[in-house]
């Protein structure tokens, strides 16, 4: 169904592609935004086309994950945008030179991307901390209430990120993710949640400012190849409003909106987060199926959301919400969590899935 905004002509599609025995659902819930030509949308139809083309290239995807996946030197793939503008498959490379990767699916186009490979940005290692600087170093240990995109972690887990303030309406949670506040499934309901996280100083349970209330269980490959799809990595801590504020430090995009955002492609987008503090991204693949290495272990995650630009995260930073950039009446509206990275991209789930998960909103601001 086509409807007017703005100059534009938005296509939203809800329902699933499914291949046979593979049984792969694939939801595109994202909007897709194309310039209207002349009076009364004459260029309609190719709106139609180009949504067409991305289902064409998601289905071309989907059939074609397991081999792709399978390939020694692939690390995921997505679909985006060629520097036409057509919707292509985008395959993944942990390196240069990967052999067997053909140029073209069925006859639809396919680019590949060398990114390296994909870990887990949060849990890192000790020798990976660095000392808070200055007072709005998020690194260090705030006063309570403490803000949100700031360093945080299980007691046994080094740190990542605070992503928000999440809420039932009758209860407070911290979210960020299981690998970040359940220890890769490890932790147990009622462990501490520390802000600053333990590498970064936090001590159980003076720093403590909530519990893990519940977690997403991450379901990892064993052995690899036989990888089950994950769709988030996500965990909530109970809290109070005492211990967590809903604004990011003082030089932070500041209190994210409640309305969620579905993802699209090209879409300016902004985080704050532990280690990298506030950065800037675009989405430059959807339906991201991605092959995710942990401390000891890989987990494949499906319906992902990938971001461009090296710079947009580092190790630490897992947990972090991504809002929309600009200053528009979109901005700030969240539409990811941060879980993963490599060189060059970043990887979030869809917040809209994490929030459902756990029977959540957003704790922000209406605008």
């Given at each position: 169904?086509?409807a007017?905004?703005?100059g534009?002509?938005?296509?939203?599609?809800?329902?699933?592609?499914?291949?046979?025995?593979?049984?792969?659902?694939?939801?595109?819930?994202?909007?897709?935004l194309?310039?209207?030509?002349?009076?009364?949308?004459?260029?309609?139809?190719?709106?139609?086309?180009?949504?067409?083309?991305?289902?064409?290239?998601?289905?071309?995807?989907?059939?074609?994950?397991?081999?792709?996946?399978?390939?020694?030197?692939?690390?995921?793939?997505?679909v985006?945008?060629d520097?036409?503008?057509?919707?292509?498959?985008?395959?993944?490379?942990?390196?240069?030179?990967?052999?067997?990767?053909?140029?073209?699916?069925?006859?639809?186009a396919l680019?590949?991307?060398?990114?390296?490979?994909?870990?887990?940005?949060g849990?890192?290692?000790?020798?990976?901390?660095?000392?808070?600087?200055?007072?709005?170093?998020?690194?260090?240990?705030?006063?309570?209430?403490?803000?949100?995109?700031?360093?945080?972690?299980?007691?046994?887990?080094?740190?990542?990120?605070?992503?928000?303030?999440?809420?039932?309406?009758?209860?407070?949670?911290?979210?960020?993710?299981?690998?970040?506040?359940?220890?890769?499934?490890?932790?147990?309901?009622?462990?501490?949640?520390?802000?600053?996280?333990?590498?970064?100083?936090?001590?159980?349970?003076?720093?403590?400012?909530?519990?893990?209330?519940?977690?997403?269980?991450?379901?990892?490959?064993?052995?690899?190849?036989?990888?089950?799809?994950?769709?988030?990595?996500?965990?909530?801590?109970?809290?109070?409003?005492?211990?967590?504020?809903?604004?990011?430090?003082?030089?932070?995009?500041?209190?994210?909106?409640?309305?969620?955002?579905?993802?699209?492609?090209?879409?300016?987008?902004?985080?704050?987060?532990?280690?990298?503090?506030?950065?800037?991204?675009?989405?430059?693949?959807?339906?991201?199926?991605?092959?995710?290495?942990?401390?000891?272990?890989?987990?494949?995650?499906?319906?992902?959301?990938?971001?461009?630009?090296?710079?947009?995260?580092?190790?630490?930073?897992?947990?972090?919400?991504?809002?929309?950039?600009?200053?528009?009446?979109?901005?700030?509206?969240?539409?990811?969590?941060?879980?993963?990275?490599?060189?060059?991209?970043?990887?979030?789930?869809?917040?809209?899935?994490?929030?459902?998960?756990?029977?959540?909103?957003?704790?922000?601001?209406?605008?």
């Amino acid at each position: 169904m086509l409807a007017r905004r703005e100059g534009y002509t938005v296509m939203s599609r809800k329902n699933a592609i499914r291949f046979g025995a593979l049984a792969l659902a694939v939801a595109l819930d994202t909007y897709l935004l194309l310039p209207v030509g002349g009076p009364g949308g004459a260029k309609g139809t190719l709106a139609t086309l180009a949504y067409e083309d991305l289902a064409a290239a998601i289905a071309v995807q989907e059939h074609h994950n397991p081999d792709l996946l399978a390939m020694p030197g692939v690390a995921g793939t997505a679909v985006g945008f060629d520097l036409s503008g057509k919707p292509v498959v985008k395959v993944y490379l942990t390196r240069e030179n990967v052999a067997g990767i053909p140029v073209s699916l069925d006859g639809h186009a396919l680019v590949t991307e060398v990114t390296g490979a994909f870990t887990a940005w949060g849990d890192m290692p000790p020798e990976a901390a660095a000392a808070a600087n200055d007072e709005t170093d998020p690194k260090r240990s705030f006063a309570r209430p403490v803000p949100i995109g700031v360093s945080t972690g299980q007691v046994d887990v080094t740190a990542g990120t605070i992503g928000a303030r999440v809420t039932t309406g009758a209860e407070v949670f911290a979210l960020s993710n299981n690998h970040v506040y359940a220890n890769r499934n490890e932790a147990n309901p009622g462990d501490k949640i520390l802000q600053p996280g333990r590498v970064d100083g936090g001590i159980d349970p003076t720093d403590a400012i909530g519990t893990l209330h519940e977690y997403e269980p991450i379901r990892f490959c064993s052995p690899f190849p036989n990888c089950p799809a994950n769709r988030i990595d996500a965990a909530i801590a109970a809290t109070t409003t005492d211990n967590l504020g809903n604004s990011t430090p003082s030089n932070g995009y500041g209190t994210p909106q409640s309305r969620v955002l579905e993802a699209r492609l090209g879409m300016e987008v902004q985080k704050y987060g532990r280690t990298t503090g506030h950065t800037h991204g675009k989405i430059s693949g959807l339906n991201a199926t991605m092959n995710v290495g942990f401390r000891d272990n890989t987990a494949r995650f499906s319906g992902q959301i990938v971001i461009s630009g090296g710079g947009f995260s580092g190790p630490g930073d897992s947990g972090s919400l991504i809002v929309a950039g600009g200053t528009g009446p979109d901005s700030r509206r969240p539409v990811g969590l941060l879980f993963a990275g490599s060189q060059s991209s970043t990887l979030a789930n869809p917040i809209g899935l994490v929030l459902e998960r756990f029977g959540v909103r957003i704790d922000g601001t209406d605008r």
